[in-house]
């Protein structure tokens, strides 16, 4: 019985990995844009973090440079899909080709570095509670706030003019221009803060997660991000509990690995992505409910002169 409090734990953190980079693009794309660099940015925040705890030995500065890495490499993106009307599906895979490389290169020398030792948390001294103090009270204050940025996130989007003025660009940039909105300065701005959160994905990956560095230790995660706000049809609340779903998969396969499941161990680990590709079957069954809840003007090119 002690093995679920530490399954459900370890589920919440392995997700909240997935949450913060499926609600960045989340923002991206209901300002209109696809991001596929997703996998490129974690993995130069990631090491950028790494690097930046090493030498300050601060994981809230660590944090600080891979939101930063994350948002200039979402800026540089932005201004090629938006001001130069670049293609967005071969901007975004040249941008997780890009971070692919550069992360390989600059962590050469972090391979085998160590980080200082890891905080633990027991927050209001009730961490030895049974069953949920395991469970919900020893987790790092980034698995919180990423619950907290889900409902903010609604609230900004359902509930603020600003949230309204997004979606609208999503949905019809040329009826927002002409009403007077920046659109194409509303849209870099919604690239760089989800490019910001999916640098900050990559720094908990690194700092928190698994606290090492490892050439490609993103694996796939960008990519199930990505496959999440499809999932979670463009709804944050639905994204951050397939992102929590998604978790529990890749923990399950370390717990039965664990309890000895004569199982190939490479079906095991093939479990994440194999069950994203059959949900996202699953709901391309019914192409009209996507088209009811996707940003209608996602993926499409802005000429404010047409």
Known sequence: MDAYPLLFASTL???TVLALAALGLLINEKSGIVNLGAEGMMLCAAIAGF???IHTGSDWLGFAAGMAAGSVMAAAFGWLVIWLNANQYASGLALTLFGAGLSAFAGIG???AKMPERPRFNWLGLGDLPVIGPALLRQHPLVYAAMALCVGLIWFLYRTRAGLVLRSVGESPESAHALGYPVRRIRLAAV???GTLCGLAGAFLSIIYTPLWVEGMVAGKGWIALALTTFGTWRPARVLLGAYLFGGVTMLQFYLQGQGVQIPSQLLTAMPYLA????????SRNPTWIR???PASLGKPFYPGS
Do not use: D, E, H, K
């Open 13 to 15: 953190s392995a997700g």
């Open 51 to 53: 690097a930046t705890v």
């Open 110 to 112: 972090y391979v085998q």
């Open 192 to 194: 760089v803060a989800g």
């Open 276 to 283: 994203t590709i059959v949900v996202l079957a699953l709901i």
């Open 292 to 294: 009811v809840n996707m």
